[in-house]
């Protein structure tokens, strides 16, 4: 007894020399009595905050350092609160509980008081829907270490609301989530969700230290720390393996709960302190009108934010005409003024109005200048230079080439090379890499390039020229027959300013009449014959190809600016299939014979009707995106008839493990 006394009266001397101005009871305040918010000063402080795990209390080495600060009584006293009180929570004093009790009762007083201000609130609202899913009444500090009781916390990584949901998490616990509404931060709608979702964890861990553990980390990364503990499904046995975030976790959870049941033994309570107790609220159904909300307030006498601090979900201060049914809560003090006044007259009133249009600013006429010489000289100024106009050169790279010396050459500069080839800084050049750079060109030679970009077909045939040549040449005056012209029967896309083939002129003259040309329609096998004009005197145009790993042949048939039947030809290809390693010639070799080559256009409907219809009917496989946070139970319950053994059978999965980035097969 002796020593309880002395213990007591040690507690009473630090308390005092700690804070001796605090008062010693917390005051009854009747719940009409304080109404007002905080100030913005104060929420912002706290929005900051994030959460009380968000940035530690102190470093990973202090923790020891704090218990050896500690006087023995007080850790003593401490220790035997924490192991006498009743709770269904597993409960465990160590020194990393020490340290946080000590940063909530002495180092960070405020913060706590703060909370202190807020539990009134909230407290309720958190028993209620604890009690209807049969879970611990102590779990209601978890909103504390989560969110300090703040509807609109926001995490760092995302996370909002009383219980800090994440987006994929709040999709599965059917909250919603729009341009105008967040359900995270529905007190009522979240403290439901945050029930059902640790009920959920308790059944699948059994244990509620790994379901707080889980909650926090997520239930893939617990599963994976305890693997490497062994399989020993206890927190403390896989502490080492969790991150720091959730090493704190737990003993901050159990130093939250010891200080706000103890606050009025370690003087928290004051009497300046705005406590804050559920207000009484009434509910307007708002159904397809838009609505102001500041006009509203301001209808009914109320300050322009307090609607908003009613409904913490909505996320701008109006309501679309979408909206169908929606319960906005206001202050039961406004029944008098809602009752007197007309409803549909007042909402017509508080309708959105929407902004009118900005005047638009006058412009002067387009007179011409006064001055006749003024005029005489601008018509006389020689015209705007053109933009230069350039092409994309491929330079297949040397040895010994570097960026530098091809800046050299083409007379750019090196940076321009790196960004049009997605170079990076210090990447060196390998031989036979493929390099693009756009140099200039005049007018003169923009159509001789642009002719050779894309295949072209000569107005005549050389066959067909030379006997049009030589029968106007030979034949009579009166004899001459007009012949059928080539040039209308071929294609339109014909290009005048290639180069046309050359043709030999007959050395000697004949009399012979000739025979009647052909149109060039009627000889599909000449025609298939002429090859694209090509600048083949470039020797950077590379002459073979090494497939690379990836590559199809339609791929490379396309950077190489040739057709697949062209390749197929030159190759002497079987099938369409190419494996890493395989050379593949790119220019016709010199034995191939004369129409051995299809045309390009025909090329590329060699496949057959068959397998085109076999490869469409073939299902488009649905893929998730792992998210961090997300599990194989949650992605499963995200889509109809997938279950976590069809996950893992559809994606080779030897363990329930996802990482976020993974893709995910959920539909064959």
């Given at each position: ?84 009180y009743e709770s269904e929570m597993p409960l465990v004093f160590n020194n990393t509980v020490m340290a ?70 709040a999709g599965d616990l059917r909250l919603r989530r729009d341009e105008f509404i967040d359900e995270r ?67 901050t959870f159990t130093a939250i709960l010891y200080t706000l049941n103890y606050a009025k033994e370690h ?402």
């Open positions: 007894m002796k020593k309880s006394l002395r213990t007591s009266a040690l507690l009473l001397l630090l308390a005092a020399a700690a804070r001796p101005a605090l008062a010693q009871t917390e005051p009854v305040l009747q719940p009409g009595q304080v109404s007002a918010d905080d100030t913005l000063q104060a929420q912002q402080q706290l929005l900051r905050a994030d959460s009380l795990v968000a940035e530690p209390a102190f470093s990973p080495d202090s923790a020891k350092l704090v218990w050896r600060q500690t006087p023995p009584e007080m850790r003593d006293l401490v220790a035997d609160r924490i192991g006498c946080f009790v000590n940063y909530f009762t002495v180092r960070n007083r405020q913060y706590t008081q703060r909370v202190l201000e807020r539990q009134n609130l909230y407290f309720p609202l958190f028993e209620k829907y604890l009690a209807k899913y049969h879970l611990p009444q102590d779990l209601k500090y978890l909103a504390v270490v989560e969110s300090a009781l703040l509807p609109q916390a926001r995490s760092r990584v995302g996370a909002v609301g009383l219980w800090q949901f994440m987006g994929p998490t931060m529905n007190p009522e709608k979240s403290t439901e969700a945050a029930c059902k979702f640790l009920r959920d964890l308790h059944r699948y861990f059994g244990d509620w230290e790994l379901a707080l553990a889980a909650y926090n980390y997520g239930s893939g990364n617990v599963n994976k720390a305890i693997r490497r503990a062994g399989g020993q499904r206890n927190f403390w046995a896989i502490y080492k393996y969790l991150p720091k975030e959730t090493r704190d976790y737990v003993p003087n928290l309570h004051d009497a300046a302190l705005n406590y804050r107790y559920p207000e009484p609220t009434d509910t307007l159904l708002i159904s397809g009108r838009s609505l102001d909300l500041y006009k509203l307030a301001k209808s009914v006498g109320l300050d322009s934010t307090a609607i908003l601090a009613h409904n913490p979900e909505l996320r701008k201060h109006y309501l679309p005409a979408s909206f169908q049914n929606y319960p906005l809560q206001v202050p039961v003090c406004v029944r008098t003024e809602l009752a007197v006044q007309d409803r549909t007259a007042l909402l017509d009133f508080c309708k959105v109005t929407v902004p009118p249009p900005a005047p638009l600013t006058p412009v002067s006429p387009l007179l011409p200048p006064p001055d006749s010489t003024q005029a005489a000289v601008a018509a006389a100024a020689p015209p705007a230079p053109e933009k230069p106009r350039y092409r994309r050169a491929r330079h297949t790279v040397r040895r010994g080439e570097t960026v530098a010396s091809l800046a050299a050459r083409y007379e750019v500069d090196p940076s321009q090379i790196r960004r049009w080839n997605k170079l990076r800084r210090g990447q060196n050049l390998t031989p036979r890499q493929q390099i693009f750079v756009y140099v200039p060109v005049d007018a003169e030679s923009a159509s001789t390039v642009a002719a050779a970009a894309r295949p072209s077909v000569p107005a005549q045939l050389p066959a067909v020229a030379t006997a049009t040549k030589a029968a106007k040449e030979t034949a009579p005056e009166e004899a001459k027959t007009p012949l059928p012209s080539v040039a209308e029967d071929a294609s339109p896309v014909v290009s005048q300013s290639a180069p046309p083939i050359a043709a030999k002129k007959p050395t000697t003259k004949t009399t012979r009449q000739p025979r009647p040309v052909e149109p060039v329609e009627k000889q599909p096998e000449v025609v298939a014959n002429l090859q694209p004009v090509a600048s083949s005197s470039d020797d950077s145009l590379p002459t073979e190809y090494v497939v690379r790993k990836g590559d199809y042949l339609t791929k490379i048939a396309r950077e190489q600016n040739v057709s697949v039947g062209q390749l197929t030809a030159w190759n002497k290809l079987e099938s369409k299939q190419v494996v890493p390693g395989q050379k593949l010639t790119l220019r016709a070799p010199a034995d191939m014979p004369a129409g051995a080559e299809p045309r390009p256009e025909v090329a590329q409907a060699v496949q057959t009707p068959a397998k085109r219809s076999t490869h469409s009917a073939l299902p488009t496989p649905r893929v998730h995106l792992v998210q961090p946070g997300d599990t194989l139970y949650n992605i499963s319950r995200r889509y109809q008839g997938v279950t976590v053994d069809k996950l893992r059978k559809l994606n080779n999965l030897t363990s329930d493990e996802v990482k976020p980035g993974q893709k995910l097969i959920v539909q064959g």
